[in-house]
């Protein structure tokens, strides 16, 4: 009597997707298209773009600096979010250089069986992408001033 063991199981895709620090414009098609996944029922996307004023204080632009560590622990981040979630993916990217109003400086989804699992695992990703990866932000306002945010 042979018994037949099922094949093995396919190794899906990666958890992580997509993890990058960019001087050039973001596409959230990109990050879109990188969580593409038939057996997720939700997907979140956050898209954090330059606004036009901080603090009471009208802003004219910004430049984001990126500590050469910054990709690796943006990876790291992303790896622990997806460790710590049930998801089946996680994208996050970040501009640096400089930024006008209105352009995108991150983009951050992640994709899973139901849509409470992937809002709360995007929200973890991109707190604890601002609280732990070293990208500093350098704001530019109408009255000549500026201000260093995220510095340590």
């Known amino acids: ?13 990666p958890v992580v997707r997509l993890v990058d620090l960019r001087e050039t414009p973001l596409d959230v ?4 298209a990188s969580l593409d996944d038939d057996a997720a029922g939700g997907l979140t996307l956050f898209v954090g773009r ?15 600096s990126a500590h050469p560590t910054a990709l690796a ?12 979630h049930d998801v089946h993916g996680v994208a996050a990217v970040h501009r640096t250089g400089s930024l006008a109003i209105g352009d995108i400086a991150v983009v ?10 992937a809002f709360d695992a995007s929200r ?13 932000k350098h704001q530019r ?12």
Not at 1 to 13: E, L, T
């Open 1 to 13: 009597m042979s018994s037949s063991a099922p094949p093995p199981a396919r190794p899906g895709p």
């Open 29 to 32: 098609e990109e990050v879109l």
């Open 50 to 64: 330059v606004r036009d004023h901080d603090g009471g204080k009208g802003v004219v632009g910004l430049d984001y």
């Open 73 to 84: 622990r943006l990876r790291e981040v992303c790896e622990r979010v997806a460790a710590d």
């Open 108 to 117: 951050v989804a992640t994709v899973a069986g139901h849509r409470g699992q």
């Open 124 to 136: 973890d990703l991109i707190d604890t992408l601002k609280a732990e990866v070293p990208i500093w």
């Open 141 to 152: 306002f109408t009255d000549g001033d500026d201000e260093w945010v995220g510095t340590p």
